[in-house]
């Protein structure tokens, strides 16, 4: 067993056993910026995204319900359609200032401590991701590697010249046949000290459900209008690393994102010199970016465990899993072991015809709003749970999208003609299985560490959970990305069908992992309870302020 296995046992008991270090104090004065910040490179203002129609946000959350309408079909991915994926999803769209029970709610009217909403969910609201764009021959740009700017919703170039072929010779030759075919990519990392100086050691687990929440966004963006989101999880991560000019132990590259282009190569590798499927390059040619990230903080610290998870993540980069390796760390099936009788059914999941631009500007974190008096409809439950349900990362470890890697449990609270329990989620039956009768709210509260969210009148929480040992038994410590990635992936479908059914929603990771198991009846199993995602109407009339950027 590798350090990820030590590591993900920490993180599951860590409500009752603290990560080290446990005397860590988060200076806010001298905190990192919600971005990187290049102060010498060229920006470029991406094409607005106003004209753009929106789409329904079903053909995405319920992909086997809802197909997607020809007219909103795409041959491809086109600047303007870039634009707009990236604005909706990690670009800043409005500014918030509702009155909730958020810790951070004093300082949100100075302009220094604004809340600026985004369409995906972030960990902490600190969002660490870099995302850069390895643009090639196809797109209408001079070929180049850009840094999306989120503040300006701009383009910044850190390099001219089309390195895709150094980014497919990074993915490898075993990399999936349409990521070897593009010549366009989306390459994401990860700053570490954006996220670790508030959650030192539990950070790693932090960011890589960072990851899931923005390729779901994307996936869910994507599918339609016909085009596939696909992330690439295993590749020379040390070679991108030094392409994008970062050291690896303070930034590093997550994954890769292939785009189909309008008018791009197409069924088609790129001309290859090794007769392996490997583009032709110069090993002596090492082109890297040369700008640096301003650093805002004056003080940075390191953290043993989050260094050492890198370091176990890195290991084994280029050995892609072989196909099926996963298939032994897929959700059960069958009942869980304390399902007892009734079986509840659910009304077949429907969403209403809400654009997914909507969905993504509307959802929102409810923080202490749910109001228990209007219950949530069964009707409503079964369409969140089949989103969640639905959820895949699709990445190269699983290229046809059909491994379910977590399951779904739920809490009832307040739920029209659903008893108060604890339920497990059959997605296949659409129907809830009895694992714990009677009232959850004093348990649900007991067992939350902040005071931010009232979970006692949420209509349900739903509690995502993966067999994380077994997919690093499966695929190796760097599994832990995809094991976790893939709750983070859940959240974020699980807060755009609130959104679009017009509901509260609330994700958070301070919870005790260990009481949930053991109430779940899963202490004698591999399955861990990894996010608690609350839902239900918010009281109405509260205070709020709201202005839209985008």
Same mark, same amino acid.
């Given at each position: ?157 850190l390099l001219t010249g089309d390195v895709t072929d150094r980014v497919r010779d990074a993915l490898g030759a075993d990399a999936p046949a349409d990521a070897l075919d593009a010549d366009q990519y989306l390459i994401l990392s990860v700053k ?75 069924? +088609? /590798? ?7 499927? *490997?583009? @032709?390059?110069? &090993? $002596?040619?090492?082109? !890297? %970016? ?34 099926g390796a996963l298939a032994a760390a897929a959700a059960p099936t069958g009942p869980p072991p304390a399902a007892t009788e009734p079986r509840v059914p659910l009304p077949e999941p429907v969403l209403p015809d809400t654009g997914v631009r909507?969905?993504?500007?509307? +959802? /929102? ?7 228990? *008096?209007? @219950?949530?409809? &069964? $009707?409503?439950?079964? !369409? %969140? ?166």
């Amino acid at each position: 067993m590798g350090y990820a296995h030590e590591y993900a046992h920490a993180v599951l008991h860590r409500g009752r056993v603290p990560m080290e270090p446990t005397d860590h104090v988060v200076d806010w004065a001298d905190g990192p910026r919600k971005g990187k910040f290049y102060p010498d490179a060229p920006a470029f203002a991406l094409p607005g995204t106003e004209d753009l129609a929106d789409v329904p946000v079903a053909p995405g959350l319920l992909p086997d319900s809802v197909p997607t309408r020809d007219a909103d079909r795409a041959p491809g991915f086109t600047l303007p359609l870039l634009s707009a994926m990236l604005r909706d999803s990690y670009g800043l769209t409005g500014r918030r200032l509702g009155i909730q029970a958020n810790t951070d709610l004093a300082g949100l009217p100075f302009h220094t401590h604004a809340n600026w909403s985004r369409g995906t969910a972030g960990g902490g609201g600190l969002y660490p991701m870099g995302i850069h764009w390895a643009s090639g021959p196809s797109a209408p740009l001079t070929p180049g590697l850009h840094h999306y700017d989120v503040q300006r919703h701009a383009l910044q170039r850190l390099l001219t010249g089309d390195v895709t072929d150094r980014v497919r010779d990074a993915l490898g030759a075993d990399a999936p046949a349409d990521a070897l075919d593009a010549d366009q990519y989306l390459i994401l990392s990860v700053k570490y000290w954006q996220n670790s100086f508030k959650y030192n050691s539990f950070s790693f687990h932090v960011v890589c459900t960072d990851l899931g929440t923005l390729v779901q966004t994307w996936r869910l963006w994507a599918a339609p209008r016909g085009l596939r989101i696909a992330p690439v999880l295993w590749f020379d991560e040390p070679r991108l690393n030094e392409l994008l000019g970062v050291p690896g132990e303070q930034e590093a590259v997550f994954g890769v994102v292939p785009l189909h282009w309008a008018g791009g190569p197409s069924g +088609r /590798r790129p001309a290859a010199a090794d007769g392996a499927g *490997r583009p @032709r390059t110069d &090993p $002596g040619h090492r082109p !890297a %970016v040369r700008h640096r990230d301003a650093e805002r903080s004056r003080t940075l610290l390191d953290f043993d465990a989050l260094r050492a998870m890198h370091t176990a993540t890195l290991a084994g980069a280029t050995e892609r899993p072989a196909p099926g390796a996963l298939a032994a760390a897929a959700a059960p099936t069958g009942p869980p072991p304390a399902a007892t009788e009734p079986r509840v059914p659910l009304p077949e999941p429907v969403l209403p015809d809400t654009g997914v631009r909507r969905s993504l500007r509307e +959802r /929102r974190s409810s923080f202490g709003r749910f109001d228990a *008096r209007r @219950r949530v409809a &069964p $009707g409503e439950l079964s !369409a %969140v749970l089949a989103a969640c349900a639905q959820t895949r990362l699709a990445g190269d470890t699983d290229p046809s999208g059909r491994l379910r890697l977590a399951r779904l449990y739920a809490f009832v609270n307040h739920v029209r003609d659903v008893e108060q329990g604890a339920y497990a989620y059959d997605p296949d039956r659409c129907e809830l299985r009895l694992v714990d009768a009677g009232p959850q709210g004093s348990f649900l509260q007991r067992n939350y560490f902040l005071a931010n969210y009232n979970l006692e009148q949420a209509g349900a929480v739903l509690v995502p959970t993966v067999r994380t040992t077994a997919v690093l038994d499966a695929v190796g410590d760097r599994g832990y990305r995809l094991a976790v990635g893939t709750a983070g992936a859940v959240a974020q479908s699980f807060y755009v069908a609130a959104a679009a059914l017009g509901l509260g929603a609330g994700v958070a990771l301070g919870f005790d992992n260990v009481s949930y198991a053991e109430r779940l009846g899963l202490t004698e199993g591999d399955e861990a309870p990894l996010l608690i995602m609350a839902l239900g109407h918010e009281r109405p009339g509260s205070a709020d302020f709201r202005h839209e950027i985008a």
